[in-house]
């Protein structure tokens, strides 16, 4: 995991305690800034999905492992 794929999910989680913490106190605000950093951790969890994926592509393109994840 990179980076981005980390702060994404942590993002993700914070956002999810938040909302249910919103939902406990009857706080629509809070609700709604917990989905809104839950979608923000999704994103950048995505980001990092991405950046995984091409530098994956990367190393077995250029030889340094092979699909299986063993090096050549």
Known sequence: MNKDQV???AKDVAGKVQEQAGKLVGSKEQQIKG???Q???KVQKGVGD???SVED???IESGSA???GDSI
Do not use: A, R
Request: no cysteine; net charge positive; charged share 15%.
């Open 57 to 59: 592509f990367y190393k």
């Open 50 to 52: 991405v950046e995984q």
């Open 7 to 9: 702060k994404g999910v």
């Open 39 to 41: 979608i923000s951790g």
């Open 35 to 37: 989905l809104s950093i």
């Open 66 to 68: 092979s699909p299986t």
